[in-house]
C-alpha cells in the first residue's frame, strides 16, 4: 500500500505544482474546486433536465422522453443521496489525512478538516453524473465532465490526493448503478410526484 501511496503523492505534486504559476489557472480552479459552484450546477442541470423537452411538437412527452429524463433526475438525486450515506460510513472506519497535513502545498481553498478519502466532491459529482448518464447519455456525458473538472480541481487546489478522486468517482458511479437497479422504486417515487403535482394543480 505505500508503494500505491508513493505513486499517488507522485502524480498529486505533478498536477498541484501547477499551481501558483498562471493567475487565470488558479482562478479557475478556485472557482471550481469550492463548495457551492459546481454543486449548484449540477442542481441547475438536473432541474433542467427534468423539464426539458426536445420536440417542441409534444410528441416527445407522448414518447416518454420526458419521462425518461425524470428518472434520470430521480436516479441521478437518490445516487447521491445513497453515496453520501456510504461514504460518510467509510470515514467512520478510515481517515486518511489531507496532503497540506503531511506537505508543503499550493493550497488554493480553506483546510478542511475531514477524511482525504474518499473525495466528497468526486463522489457527488460523479453520482450525479452516473445517475443521469444511464439514462439521458448526452446529458450524462456533459456531467460527467463537470465532475471530472471538480475532482481535478480539488488536486489542483492541494485539498486531495488523486487516488481520493478516483475512490470518490468509483463510489459515486457504484451508488448510481445500485440505484439504476431499483427500477421500481424509481417508478413508484415518480408516480408519487406526478400524483402530488396533479393533485396542486400544476399540471
Given at each position: 500500500?505505500?508503494?500505491?501511496?508513493?505513486?499517488?503523492?507522485?502524480?498529486?505534486?505533478?498536477?498541484?505544482?501547477?499551481?501558483?504559476?498562471?493567475?487565470w489557472?488558479?482562478?479557475?480552479?478556485?472557482?471550481?474546486?469550492?463548495?457551492?459552484?459546481?454543486?449548484t450546477l449540477?442542481a441547475?442541470a438536473?432541474?433542467?433536465?427534468?423539464?426539458?423537452?426536445?420536440?417542441?411538437?409534444?410528441?416527445?412527452?407522448?414518447?416518454?422522453?420526458?419521462?425518461?429524463?425524470?428518472?434520470?433526475?430521480l436516479?441521478?438525486?437518490?445516487?447521491?443521496?445513497?453515496?453520501?450515506l456510504l461514504?460518510?460510513l467509510?470515514?467512520?472506519f478510515?481517515?486518511?489525512?489531507r496532503?497540506?497535513?503531511d506537505?508543503?502545498?499550493n493550497?488554493?481553498?480553506?483546510?478542511?478538516?475531514?477524511?482525504?478519502?474518499?473525495?466528497?466532491a468526486?463522489?457527488?459529482?460523479?453520482?450525479?453524473?452516473?445517475?443521469?448518464?444511464?439514462?439521458?447519455?448526452?446529458?450524462?456525458?456533459?456531467?460527467?465532465?463537470?465532475?471530472?473538472?471538480?475532482?481535478?480541481?480539488?488536486?489542483?487546489?492541494?485539498?486531495?490526493?488523486p487516488?481520493?478522486?478516483?475512490?470518490?468517482?468509483?463510489?459515486?458511479?457504484?451508488?448510481?448503478?445500485?440505484?439504476?437497479?431499483?427500477?421500481?422504486?424509481?417508478?413508484?417515487?415518480l408516480?408519487?410526484?406526478?400524483?402530488?403535482?396533479?393533485?396542486?394543480?400544476?399540471?
Amino acid at each position: 500500500m505505500s508503494y500505491v501511496y508513493q505513486i499517488d503523492y507522485w502524480v498529486f505534486t505533478i498536477i498541484n505544482g501547477l499551481a501558483g504559476h498562471w493567475p487565470w489557472l488558479d482562478a479557475a480552479a478556485r472557482l471550481l474546486l469550492n463548495d457551492y459552484f459546481v454543486p449548484t450546477l449540477l442542481a441547475l442541470a438536473l432541474l433542467a433536465l427534468w423539464f426539458e423537452h426536445k420536440d417542441p411538437t409534444g410528441l416527445g412527452d407522448l414518447l416518454g422522453l420526458n419521462r425518461h429524463n425524470q428518472r434520470a433526475v430521480l436516479t441521478a438525486t437518490l445516487s447521491a443521496a445513497l453515496a453520501n450515506l456510504l461514504l460518510k460510513l467509510m470515514n467512520l472506519f478510515y481517515f486518511r489525512p489531507r496532503p497540506f497535513a503531511d506537505h508543503s502545498v499550493n493550497l488554493l481553498l480553506y483546510r478542511p478538516t475531514d477524511s482525504s478519502f474518499p473525495s466528497n466532491a468526486a463522489t457527488l459529482g460523479f453520482a450525479i453524473a452516473a445517475g443521469a448518464w444511464f439514462f439521458n447519455r448526452s446529458w450524462g456525458w456533459s456531467l460527467m465532465v463537470i465532475a471530472a473538472l471538480f475532482g481535478l480541481s480539488r488536486i489542483l487546489g492541494g485539498v486531495h490526493y488523486p487516488l481520493d478522486v478516483v475512490a470518490g468517482a468509483a463510489l459515486g458511479w457504484f451508488s448510481a448503478w445500485l440505484i439504476h437497479q431499483q427500477t421500481g422504486l424509481v417508478n413508484k417515487l415518480l408516480e408519487l410526484i406526478a400524483r402530488v403535482v396533479d393533485r396542486l394543480g400544476l399540471t
